[in-house]
């Protein structure tokens, strides 16, 4: 038996070579060609065992296909054409629209015939499409593929109404199994010559595959893989720090953003004056990492050492010139930030509030100032309501004193030259005047948490101040209609929202979030703009929060989506009570009771949507209507189990209020297999409909297991 041919598969390699491309968005552009070119291809057929990979580097974004199918398969389509009706006479004799149709498509009138459609019978014939290159298919989607890259800003330089990319292109390399495509983008015409590093390369490299590529490129001076950069870079820091018996300043960060800063990198050391150790650490290391992208490195006993660690550009500093300009840069901008810390503290920090005035927060919510005043009184309100978590009177004082001095570094020299540090600032200048450690810690840390990972404030006094801060801003922010959408989020109020819900979670603070919008609402009402917040804002607001809730309780707690659903829907106001409703729930599910309850629940539900009845509905149930023992004994069991279930909440033992509910489970059973809901008469049938409802409403408080149901869904 003859066998199949094998279907023929080749290799692209794409370049894109341009001028440099700010480091911060390689990453993203890498990512987003791969997704356009493969999506391309799937719309193409062209993607069946196809590997699509990316890199970057700053000049230069690279496309390596392999698996690529070499020509589209053939495939046969049906086209169909005129009606039966018209395509046929009385006789049945083909009429000339037939033989239209059939010379159209290039076959034998003999060869049509009728399929049947929505619209009746129609006259069909079978055409072979043939599937076209690789070739034919790649000089059209490559060049779309790199115009639909989404690029922050993007710039034109041959007239404004050329091509547009993030840098201007230089050159294109596009290669198909060794041969060059015919293709251009932005009018530069594709071929196979690439570029070197700018200064250790060639400026003409002819390559063949991927393979040759790579290999010619690290010859000149490139490594193009992105995670060969970055190991490169941490092995030799890990030299340097090993030589220098120091350790480095550990940041991840930073090291994926120099080794997508340069194209061949390499480590060298760097010393500073250790009369500048005299500054706090916050300040030299945000110096060397946000503005010279140095590592700072570190003694022993955890003590900044005066070095730091350079990535270049190079394989090498064989004269030290490289080092001692950088050097240079360094000692000048850490006498810039050592002249900011002595002239900031010629005043005490609160001096610097008046001038809050001149810096706008928000054209329509004011200035950092009325920020301020709205801070200081929604961070005494939740500090007022924590006095049972220990806290007296005197801690308001620390609350309000904190959230006065909390944005006064907006107005220093240090900030408006160091932004990174703004906050930190605040806290570090709290302290050196003589602040106590609670209000200093409460300033520096009130912007936290930046993120999911990022830890909250250290103390009650600080999260007080950050959670007053955060919700003032999405608060002001609904409110003259500054709505996050899509990708726009200008005042980052989702990690707003999200700095909320974490703080609230991890100290475990019993706080009302609907209150605690409504004091916000209250503080922008109060204090200027003085602008009100109507009701439907306040309730957009909270759902925003609440959304950020849930992702925490799925993404980082783990719990499934349908438990997260089932307690929302009785409500989420008090998050600490809903995640230990939530911790209940999980634990229930695992119960032979829960899941074919929660399947009763939700036919409950059901019954009483199609019947009308709202949920909550407080209709009252007759016992003398009650005519068969299954409901008797129904009845009887849900005001046992009320009981119950209220007592297990108030001491907020919510799995043994779940699992008074699962123990229903055989009771609920009997009643559905046994009585007839929908009655005809109509007194039996409303006290039916009044008793699934005072059950489904005595059992949803903890969790609405109607939510519930089918296989646990994440």
Known sequence: MKAAPVEKRVEL?????????????????????????????????LFDGVSVETFGTPRRLVTWVQGLRAKQPDVEVEVTGPPKSVAYDSVGAPTRAAQSFAEKQRVHVSDLYLVETAKGEYLAAKQAKLGR???????????????????????????????????????????????????SVAGIAAGRTTRGHRFLGASAIHVRNFPDYEKKLQQNGVVIRPARRQEKI????????????????????????????????????????????????????????????????????????????AVINVDKDSKGLIRAGHERVLRARFADAQFFWQSDQKCRLADYLPKLERVTYESRLGSYRDKVERIRGLACWFTEQWFNLGML?????????????????????????????????????????????????????????????????????????????????????????????????PYALRRAALGIVKIILEKKLPISLSLAIGAAAKALLTHKPKRGVAPDQETQILDFILDRAKFVFRERDGFAYEEVNAVFRVGADDLVDAQKRLAALKAIRKSKNFEPLAVSFKRIRNILEKANIAS????????????????????????????????????GKYQEALETIAGLRKVVDRFFDGVMVMAENEAVRSNRLALLAELLREFTTVADFSEIGGEERR
């Open 13 to 45: 390699l794409f370049e894109v070579g341009c001028e440099e491309i700010p480091a911060g968005m390689l990453p993203k552009a890498e990512q987003e060609l791969r997704t356009n070119i493969e999506k391309l291809l799937i719309a193409e057929n």
């Open 616 to 651: 909550g509905d407080a209709r009252q149930v007759n016992p003398a209507l009650l005519e068969n023992g299954a409901e008797r004994a129904l009845y009887s069991a849900v005001r046992e189990a009320a009981a119950k279930v209220q007592t297990h909440k108030r001491a």
């Open 133 to 183: 290159t690789a070739e034919q298919i790649l000089v059209t989607v490559l060049p779309r593929a790199v115009h639909d890259l989404a690029w922050p800003r993007s710039m034109t330089w041959t007239g404004l109404d050329g091509a547009r990319f993030i840098r201007p292109i230089r050159w294109i390399v596009a290669v198909l199994d060794g041969r060059p495509l015919k293709l």
């Open 393 to 489: 009177h005197a801690h308001v004082a620390e609350a309000d004193r904190a959230a006065e001095l909390a944005k006064c570094d907006l107005a220093t020299e240090m900030v408006r030259e160091f932004t990174e540090l703004q906050g930190i600032v605040g806290g570090l200048y709290a302290r050196a005047q003589g602040e106590s450690d609670e209000i200093a810690d409460a300033v520096y840390d009130h912007y936290r948490p930046v993120g999911l990972e990022d830890p909250i404030p250290r103390n009650l006094t600080g999260c007080a101040v950050a959670l007053a801060d955060k919700l003032d801003s999405v608060v002001g922010c609904f409110a003259v209609g500054i709505v996050p959408t899509g990708s726009s989020d």
């Open 234 to 309: 941490a092995t030799e820091l890990e030299a340097h720090a090993k030589r220098g018996g120091y350790r480095v300043h550990e940041d991840a960060s930073l090291r994926m953003l120099v080794a997508y800063l340069n194209e061949y990198p390499s480590v060298i050391q760097g010393d500073f004056d250790p009369a500048f150790l005299s500054l706090p650490d916050e300040i030299l290391v945000t110096v060397m990492r946000d503005h010279q992208k140095y590592f700072a490195v570190e003694k022993k006993n955890g003590e900044l050492a005066p070095h730091f660690l």
